[in-house]
C-alpha cells in the first residue's frame, strides 16, 4: 500500500466535523459550517416531548392503523391546522403487487478492500477510465486544460471544479445528455503560488467560471461501459456565476430577493455551490444549492436585527469571505446588497435538451442549504419531492406539487410540466420513536425491542399562499424555512443529505452523514431517528410512507444502517451479519441500481481510509450486506453515483484537498499521473470480464 506524501497532515488532520475530511475542504466547501456553532439554537420541542401524555406505543400502533396526521395527533404546536391537509390514502396492495427487487442481484463483484491508494480501486474483473475532467473542453476551439495558462475566458468553456452530482439523460442512438454540477473551487489547487489573503480579479473570475453546471453530450463506446465526451456538440452548455437564472413561484419577486442589479426580483446571475440534485419524470435535472452562505461577507455588520437572525439561521453572519469575491462585486457583500443572499439556496431546475432555455430556482420548494431533490410519483399522479438540509441538527422535507404530472419525457411533456413545481405544500418531519427515550443511551446499543424505528409526520409548513407557520408570511416561509421548520416542531437529524425514493418499492432512503456535536453540552441529545452521541460514522434511514403514498401525510420508519466498523458494537447491519460486511463511513449520496439495489457514496471517511461507494441489498437474505464497489484516490470524495445496466459511474470530487497541499505540492497526482496536479473527473467503471 502506497503511503499518504510524508509532508501531508495525517488523516482527520484538524477537520472540525470529525470525519476524515482536511480541514481545507470543510473550509472551501462548506465555508467551515462545522467548525461554527450549529445555526441551529432553536428549543423546538422534541416530536416525545410533544406527544408526552399518549403512550409511544399507542402513537405507533395509530401511526400503523389509520396514519398519523399532525393534527389528528395533536401535534400541530407552532403551527395553524391545514384547512385541507392532504387526506391519507388507504393502501392498495401496491407493494405486494410491485417486484421488491434489491435481493443483491447484480451485486456478485468482489468487494474492494479499504485503501489510502492514490487511484481509483475498482474490483477485479472491472475497468475503470475517466470521462471528463476539470479543464476539459465543452466546445470546438476551447482550450485544452493546461494549469499554467488557465483563464476565465477558457474556463467559461471548459469543465468546471469539484463535480458533484452526476445523471444521464437518454438521447439515443448511444449517445446520453450526461449533467454534472460543480459544486466547489479549491483555489490552492487551480493557481501556483495563490495568495488566499489577496486573490487576483483573474483567479476570481476562474472560480466565478470553475462553479456551476455543465450539460455534455457523450457518446458510449462499443464494447465497454465507457462514455466518450461530443466536444462540440449544440447540447453542451455551461453555467456559471455570471449565467441568467429565473426566480419562479411565490417568491419570485418579492421585495427581499430584489437588488439594485434587478429591482424586479426576477433574474439571477449564477447558481452556487451545487451539490447534489435528481432527474425528474418529464426529463429535465434539478439541482441544489448547498453552502451559499459562504459566498456572502460582511453579515456581521448588519443591525437589523430580524435580518441578522435569518442570516444567522442561515450560517452568513461573517466578516470577509475566503475567496474575497466581496472585493469584486458588490453583491457579495451584504452590508452592500443585502438581498442578493436571498436569491440562493433554492433547487434549480434545468431543462437540459433546450441549450437556450433559463434555469429556474423553484421557490416553492423551499430554501435551505439544499443537498439534492428526487421526486416520486404520488398515488393521484402528481410529484413529491423529497430533500435533505446538509446542517448538523436540520431537517429533512417532502414538497408535493399541486397539479399532475404530464406524462413523458419528450419536449411536449417538459412543456405541460413547465410549471410544476411552482405550486405545491411544504412539509417537514418529525420522527417519533416506537421506544421509551429512555432506552436509548446514545451509545448506539439497540432499544430493547431490537429496532431503531417508529412513525412520523410530515407537519406542513406552506401551501401555495397560505402560510401554516404563526407569524410568518407564506413568501417568508418559503425564504426562511429554516426559522419555519424551528417553529413546526421539526425533528433535529444529524445532516439529512441524499433522499432517495426506491423506484421499485417507495421506500425512502435518508442518508445521515454524520454529527459530531449531537449530545454535546447544550445540544440535542440522541433520539430514536438519530440515536449515536458525536456521531461520527452516520446512518441511513428508510421511510415507510403510509398507504405506500407520496403523498401521505404521515410514515413508519426504521434505520437500515448505523455505518462505522463493523467490530464497533454500535453499528448495525439491516439485521446482516456484521462480519460478512464493508466497513462504511459518512454516507452522501444515494443512488439505485435497475435491481433495485441501494448505491451509497461517502464524504469523509472517518475510519482512516479513502473514501468510495458501496451497494446494499434491500431484501432478501442479503438485506445489509454493505459491499464496497470502489475506492477515490487520495483527498477526494465519492460523488454522484450513477448506476446502469453498462455502467458504474461517480464523480470523484476534490482529489488532492490535503492541508498544506497546494499546486506546487500536490498531494495526489490522480487522473493524470507523474508532474501533474490532481484534476475533479468524473470516472466511468465496466465488467471487463463476462
Ligand atoms: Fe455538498 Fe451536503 O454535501
Ligand atoms: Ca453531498
Ligand atoms: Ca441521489
Ligand atoms: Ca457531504
Redo the contacts with the bound molecule.
Keep these: 500500500m502506497r503511503p499518504l506524501l510524508p509532508f501531508l497532515d495525517p488523516p482527520a488532520s484538524g477537520s472540525p466535523c470529525a470525519s476524515g475530511r482536511a480541514a481545507l475542504t470543510c473550509r472551501m466547501?462548506?465555508g467551515d459550517a462545522c467548525a461554527h456553532e450549529a445555526p441551529n439554537t432553536s428549543d423546538n420541542a422534541y416530536f416525545g416531548d410533544v406527544a408526552a401524555g399518549m403512550s409511544r406505543r399507542g402513537l405507533l400502533r395509530a401511526g400503523a392503523v389509520v396514519g398519523v396526521g399532525a393534527a389528528a395527533a395533536g401535534l400541530s404546536v407552532g403551527t395553524t391546522t391545514p384547512a385541507a391537509a392532504t387526506p391519507l390514502v388507504a393502501a392498495r396492495g401496491k407493494s405486494s403487487s410491485r417486484p421488491a427487487g434489491g435481493h443483491g442481484k447484480g451485486l456478485d463483484f468482489v468487494p474492494v478492500e479499504p485503501n489510502t491508494l492514490d487511484q481509483v480501486t475498482v474490483p477485479p474483473g472491472y475497468a475503470q477510465a475517466v470521462v471528463m475532467a476539470w479543464g476539459d473542453p465543452l466546445f470546438t476551439g476551447a482550450p485544452a486544460f493546461d494549469v499554467d495558462r488557465q483563464s476565465a475566458a477558457a474556463q467559461r468553456r471548459q469543465f468546471g471544479f469539484n463535480n458533484?452530482f452526476l445523471g444521464l439523460l437518454p438521447l439515443g442512438r448511444g449517445q446520453h445528455l450526461m449533467v454534472v454540477n460543480h459544486?466547489?473551487t479549491t483555489e490552492q489547487l487551480m493557481h501556483r503560488g495563490y495568495d488566499a489573503a489577496n486573490p487576483t480579479r483573474e483567479q476570481v473570475e476562474i472560480g466565478w467560471a470553475a462553479h456551476g453546471l455543465s450539460v455534455v453530450v457523450v457518446e458510449e463506446e462499443r464494447g465497454t461501459g465507457m462514455l466518450k465526451p461530443v466536444v462540440g456538440h449544440r447540447l453542451n452548455r455551461r453555467l456559471h456565476t455570471h449565467s441568467e437564472f429565473a426566480l419562479a413561484g411565490p417568491v419570485a419577486g418579492h421585495p427581499l430577493v430584489r437588488t439594485t442589479a434587478d429591482p424586479r426580483g426576477r433574474t439571477v446571475l449564477g447558481t452556487l455551490?451545487n451539490?447534489?440534485g435528481g432527474l425528474t419524470p418529464w426529463g429535465t435535472w434539478l439541482t441544489a444549492e448547498?453552502?451559499v452562505n459562504q459566498y456572502f461577507a460582511n453579515g456581521a455588520s448588519v443591525t437589523d436585527p430580524t435580518t441578522l437572525a435569518r442570516l444567522k439561521r442561515y450560517g452568513a453572519a461573517g466578516g470577509a469571505t475566503e475567496r474575497r469575491w466581496e472585493r469584486f462585486d458588490d453583491r457579495f457583500d451584504l452590508a452592500k446588497e443585502p438581498n442578493e443572499i436571498n436569491r440562493f439556496g433554492w433547487v434549480v431546475e434545468v431543462d437540459p435538451y433546450d441549450p437556450t432555455s433559463t434555469p429556474k430556482k423553484r421557490t416553492a420548494l423551499g430554501r435551505f442549504?439544499h443537498?439534492a431533490a428526487e421526486p416520486r410519483i404520488t398515488d393521484d399522479g402528481r410529484v413529491a419531492m423529497y430533500m435533505?438540509d446538509?446542517e448538523r441538527f436540520d431537517y429533512l422535507y417532502k414538497f408535493v406539487s399541486d397539479g399532475r404530472v404530464a406524462r413523458g419525457a419528450d419536449a411536449a411533456a417538459r412543456r405541460r410540466n413547465r410549471d410544476l413545481l411552482d405550486s405545491g405544500t411544504l412539509y417537514v418531519a418529525r420522527f417519533l420513536g416506537s421506544s421509551s427515550q429512555a432506552d436509548i443511551d446514545g451509545t448506539g446499543a439497540l432499544p430493547s425491542d431490537g429496532r431503531f424505528d417508529g412513525v412520523g409526520v410530515w407537519v406542513p409548513l406552506v401551501s401555495g399562499t397560505t402560510s401554516y407557520v404563526k407569524g410568518m408570511t407564506a413568501q417568508e416561509v418559503l425564504l426562511f424555512t429554516r426559522h419555519a421548520a424551528d417553529v413546526a416542531g421539526a425533528t433535529k437529524m444529524d445532516?439529512p443529505?441524499?433522499v432517495q425514493p426506491s423506484p421499485r418499492t417507495g421506500k425512502v432512503y435518508v442518508a445521515l452523514?454524520n454529527n459530531a456535536n449531537r449530545g454535546a453540552a447544550g445540544q440535542a441529545l440522541a433520539d430514536e431517528a438519530n440515536p449515536r452521541h458525536a456521531n461520527k460514522h452516520g446512518h441511513v434511514l428508510e421511510l415507510t410512507e403510509h398507504g405506500d403514498d407520496a403523498a401521505a401525510t404521515s410514515f413508519t420508519w426504521n434505520l437500515l444502517l448505523v455505518c462505522g466498523d463493523p467490530a464497533d458494537p454500535s453499528t448495525y447491519w439491516g439485521g446482516f451479519d456484521p462480519r460478512r460486511v464493508s466497513p462504511i463511513s459518512c454516507p452522501?449520496?444515494l443512488a439505485f441500481d435497475p435491481q433495485g439495489n441501494l448505491w451509497i457514496s461517502t464524504?469523509g471517511n472517518a475510519l482512516g481510509s479513502h473514501d468510495g461507494l458501496f451497494a446494499v441489498p434491500l431484501d432478501g437474505q442479503r438485506r445489509g450486506q454493505v459491499k464496497q464497489f470502489l475506492t477515490v484516490p487520495v483527498g477526494a470524495e465519492t460523488?454522484g453515483p450513477w448506476i446502469d445496466d453498462e455502467r458504474v459511474m461517480v464523480c470523484v470530487q476534490h482529489p488532492g484537498e490535503k492541508d498544506g497541499a497546494t499546486v506546487d505540492r500536490p498531494a495526489s497526482r490522480w487522473p493524470d499521473g507523474p508532474g501533474s496536479v490532481p484534476r475533479p473527473a468524473v470516472v466511468a467503471a465496466w465488467r471487463s470480464r463476462r
Design positions: 466547501r462548506c458533484d459544486e466547489y455551490n451539490c447534489g448547498e453552502n442549504k443537498e435533505g446538509d445532516r443529505e441524499d452523514t452522501d449520496n464524504d460523488c
